[in-house]
């Protein structure tokens, strides 16, 4: 993945200078760096190697993952499965969307108490229907036998608004907003705005005007290394640049 930071508050690549991470756990090693509900921070899904996509934005208190590749909930613990806020998809082809019915029951099964919105290109919406319609017989038998804390239908996935958009207000709580950014194929970009610092993330495939980049502080897309093996801070609250 390349980081084009601008101006920001960055722990990159030499997590020592920020806060030391030695476990092989990647989870084990995300919960040793202290992210703050005031922090602006990117985490990596796990240490493994993932077929697609996929970073966690922590901000504002909020958790939301960007991409669902296979296997990315091999390393969440209970906590952020249940916890989780919301998922961007950055595109409707398999090696982006194979992980969501993982995350879907998952999350379900470690204690969720609402349906897991989704935001994602136009066709999310028929592809979410598709996809809870397809687990409803599997649904029931969870219910009967396991009884997950949130019900029934707890285990759904949301349709975000926007879906059919090009541009569209995605996730707003009011300090954390994201929006969704189509370029005419079936990828999406995002950018998440916090506490007046802004992240774009991107995935592979996708051609992002070079205008699109203008005040961003941090710039995530596929032209190396996605993704990201360390965590990035863009806006740490209390430490002074």
Not at 117 to 123: I, K, N, Q, Y
Request: include cysteine.
């Amino acid at each position: 993945m390349k980081f084009r930071a601008l101006g920001i508050v960055v722990c990159a690549t030499a997590l020592a200078a920020c806060n030391p991470v030695t476990s092989k756990d990647a989870e084990t090693a995300r919960a040793d760096l202290i992210v703050h509900s005031t922090d602006f921070a990117v985490l990596p899904c796990t240490e493994r190697s993932l077929p697609g996509a996929c970073v966690h934005v922590l901000a504002g208190g909020k958790r939301v993952i960007f991409g669902a590749p296979a296997g990315m909930t091999l390393d969440m613990t209970r906590a952020s499965l249940r916890n989780t806020d919301a998922v961007m998809l950055l595109s409707l082809r398999g090696e982006d969307i194979e992980g969501l019915d993982e995350m879907r029951n998952a999350a379900w099964r470690a204690g969720r108490e609402s349906s897991l919105p989704v935001a994602g290109p136009s066709g999310t919406g028929e592809f979410l229907g598709l996809l809870n319609r397809a687990y409803e017989v599997s649904d029931a038998l969870i219910y009967v036998e396991d009884r997950p804390a949130g019900g029934f239908d707890a285990a759904l996935l949301a349709l975000l608004p926007g879906d059919g958009e090009q541009v569209a207000t995605v996730f707003d709580t009011g300090d954390l907003r994201i929006s969704k950014f189509e370029t005419g194929t079936d990828r999406a970009f995002y950018v998440v705005d916090y506490a007046d610092h802004t992240a774009l993330i991107a995935g592979c495939g996708i051609q992002l005007p070079d205008s699109v980049t203008d005040g961003i502080d941090l710039v995530l897309d596929c032209e190396s290394n996605w993704p990201t093996a360390d965590p990035v801070f863009v806006f740490r609250d209390g430490v002074v640049n």
